[in-house]
């Protein structure tokens, strides 16, 4: 069984991506990693150099900055990526720049990969998602973050990436998944206060057209880490590889975790899903199997 993994990635530096924890978070997993690296204002590109000669592979690329519409510039590059993986790896394993896998997880992607490599109804693997809010010790729960999403797939060029580079979709269809117990990382919201508003205004560019820019670019001035609709207390652990970042993090959020910033629909279905433990009308771009 061969595995690669790809990611993309440009400005990494400027928008204090933990892309090098990311790539090497799964290289353990991989033979290979591929490495879109698009053209970057800092240093990206000797960033990711630096990381590990012998297994990334990295393909320079220009990102279409007007390729606006639902942030459909991320899903070019992701295909880009995935295009340069060799025909004789059999899974490829995605991961984004501000998404770390945790090592305790490693035997059970690993044995995940083995037992569905055979079975070619299984087209991809899907992970669970834990979303970090402001810092490390917050999780975003409510009903704006996807609770899984596809992060391994077959080699097979028909596979595209879809929207935003979010998800997969094979011939504009869903792909036939088996979940498994390992988590994504996901750091996204977890920036010094000045560097998050300006990567927010940055990728508001790849979403919005020129009419709406404004508007979301003075929301975004405004942006608080502390005026979130629901978080809760994170207690398990971080991946190892995060140590480092994560003891020289030089700002700090108070959030109250009582607070529920929902209208009633959306309180609602928190309620429910709480109880429940299912979430109503969620949004699946993928097929259990």
Same mark, same amino acid.
């Given at each position: ?17 933990? $892309?090098?924890?990311?790539? !090497? ?9 591929? $490495? ?71 035997? $059970? ?33 409510? !009903? ?36 498994? @117990? ?26 919005? &057209? ?18 979130? @609709? ?9 991946? &190892? ?14 959030? @109250? ?9 959306? !309180? ?22």
């Amino acid at each position: 069984m061969k595995v690669c993994g790809f990611t993309i990635v440009r400005n990494a530096i400027k928008y204090d991506y933990p $892309v090098v924890e990311s790539i !090497r978070s799964i290289l353990p997993l991989c033979d290979k990693v591929v $490495v879109a690296a698009g053209n970057s204002d800092d240093g990206t590109l000797d960033l990711i150099k630096s990381i590990d000669k012998e297994k990334i592979v990295i393909i320079e690329t220009v990102w279409d900055d007007k390729l606006r519409e639902g942030g459909s510039v991320l899903a070019v590059e992701t295909n880009k990526a995935m295009d340069a993986i060799a025909a004789d790896f059999d899974w490829c394993f995605y991961i984004q720049a501000d998404e770390v896998i945790h090592e305790n997880s490693y035997l $059970v992607i690993q044995n995940a990969m083995k037992k569905w490599v055979d079975v070619p109804e299984v087209e991809g693997l899907l992970f669970k998602y834990h979303h970090f809010w402001g810092t490390y010790d917050y999780l975003g729960i409510n !009903r704006q973050w996807y609770k899984h999403e596809i992060r391994i797939i077959r080699n097979n060029k028909q596979i595209r990436s879809y929207r935003d580079a979010q998800g997969f979709r094979l011939n504009s269809r869903k792909l036939k998944v088996k979940p498994i @117990d390992a988590y994504i990382y996901h750091y996204g919201y977890v920036r010094p206060p000045a560097i998050m508003k300006e990567k927010m205004k940055d990728f508001s560019e790849l979403y919005h &057209s020129n009419d709406n820019l404004k508007k979301e670019v003075q929301r975004i001035n405004n942006f608080k880490y502390e005026e979130v @609709d629901a978080v809760k207390q994170f207690t398990g652990s971080h991946p &190892s590889i995060l140590k480092k970042r994560i003891e020289g993090m030089v700002w700090s959020v108070k959030i @109250d975790q009582k607070q529920f910033k929902m209208n009633l629909k959306d !309180r609602l279905l928190f309620v429910f899903e709480r109880l429940f433990k299912y979430r109503l009308f969620e949004y699946r771009n993928y097929i259990k199997i």
